[in-house]
């Protein structure tokens, strides 16, 4: 059984995610704040949180950080903010998706479920496959769901070691964000989402800082991403 946790300063709100999720066979643990969750985190095998931005004291967005320096788990976010710029910033600190409040129910469950199904689909992947890629000094190893630049680990998401394997698996073919977005995110694109560009961003600036400045991904400026042969 996959454990969630619900963290959220709104009573109302953690109990009714519980009765939905719980509902739907998940077994689910609650916070009421930032402090509270990050406890349970360490207590605790969670498999994805449903993740509040507005909070007092440690917000979604800090909780979010702190998770992403130990662990991929899934994170989906929920605020009351609908703004392009807070999304782009809930994706930046490390986040797979995002909910607007309020909220339509089943559309949080489809999008629980699709992130689980997506972690499990890569563990399982990750498990049955000791391929790995080098590209220069970067070794990709589908095995472990590491990446490494110079024998150091890159603390990448699952999303962008997914954007990252999807390129290294098809060198010198260009993807639009399109293409990107369908393959990895498994949902339909929409021309207004700009999803693909923050991930990538962040992917080019953890390889790149690695890698003291040297592009592996490049830009095909109208058309899409791709590395080189």
Not at 54 to 73: Q, S, T
Request: proline residues 1%.
């Amino acid at each position: 059984m996959n454990n969630i946790l619900v963290v959220d300063d709104e009573k109302e709100i953690r109990n009714l995610l519980e009765i939905s999720l719980r509902n739907e066979g998940y077994n689910i643990f609650k916070a009421s704040c930032g402090e509270e969750a990050l406890d349970i985190l360490e207590k605790e095998e969670i498999h994805l949180i449903v993740l509040d931005i507005m909070m007092p004291r440690i917000d979604g967005l800090e909780v979010c950080r702190r998770v992403r320096e130990k662990n991929n788990i899934p994170i989906l976010m929920l605020s009351a903010k609908s703004e392009d710029m807070d999304k782009i910033q809930g994706i930046m600190t490390g986040a797979d998706d995002y909910v607007c409040k309020p909220f339509n129910q089943l559309e949080l469950i489809v999008r629980v479920k699709a992130l689980l199904r997506r972690a499990y689909f890569l563990n399982t992947k990750m498990q049955v496959s000791v391929d790995s890629i080098r590209i220069e000094s970067m070794v990709i190893d589908k095995s472990k769901h590491k990446v490494t630049i110079d024998d150091k680990e890159v603390e990448l998401t699952a999303r962008e070691f997914e954007i990252l394997y999807l390129l290294a698996t098809n060198r010198g073919r260009v993807f639009s964000a399109e293409e990107i977005f369908e393959k990895v995110w498994k949902e339909r694109y929409y021309q207004s989402n700009n999803t693909v560009m923050v991930h990538m961003s962040r992917l080019r600036d953890k390889i790149e800082h690695h890698m003291e400045g040297n592009k592996i991904i490049h830009t095909i400026w109208g058309v899409g991403y791709k590395i080189e042969k």
